[in-house]
């Protein structure tokens, strides 16, 4: 876009016809809408709240993304067709969350968050809301992203203090963290 501010974060919809990108050209980072073919940006939320980082669905009915709406941030979901909001996980005060992304059958959204013991790797369960920690507990991680099997990729951080950073998969079924081949 050719507007004043950072645009960046963006993902396409499944249907490839618009692009969900954050930008700050409100001043705070904001959600914004484009057709792929250009034209106007369309802000998605009106509201006085930082809310970026999002990550449609498969099936491009819903949008995960992170808010600070309300209070401290958090991960929710919104659906497209209603605006109707649901929070999916809160950790608490001074949380850092990161890259919300949906499993390929909508189930799960992985994260990455500070929340007690640095930054690692999380799933919640979209349906029941519950949250567990994935990622090696001595060497956390961020970027998560789902591959189309289903596995949870992301950049683990090596060990506590270390500089090298690998790519690396994690089996949900099993918890078999490895190197990713992708």
Known sequence: TSSPGYDGMARFTPDGERIVFSSERTGDWQLFEIATGGGEARRIRTNDATEYQADPSAD???LA????LDGPQR????????GQLRELVRHGK???FGNPSWSPDGSLITFSSNWRIGHQIYVVD???GDVRR?????SGGCEPRFMPDGRVCHVNR???GGSRSTLVAVDLETGEIGRAHV
């Open 126 to 128: 979209v349906a029941s």
């Open 158 to 160: 090596g060990h506590m």
């Open 94 to 96: 001074r949380t850092i």
């Open 75 to 82: 991960l929710v979901t919104m659906d497209f067709a209603t």
């Open 60 to 62: 491009g009915q819903k």
């Open 134 to 138: 994935i990622s090696a507990l001595t």
């Open 65 to 68: 993304f992170l808010t600070d």
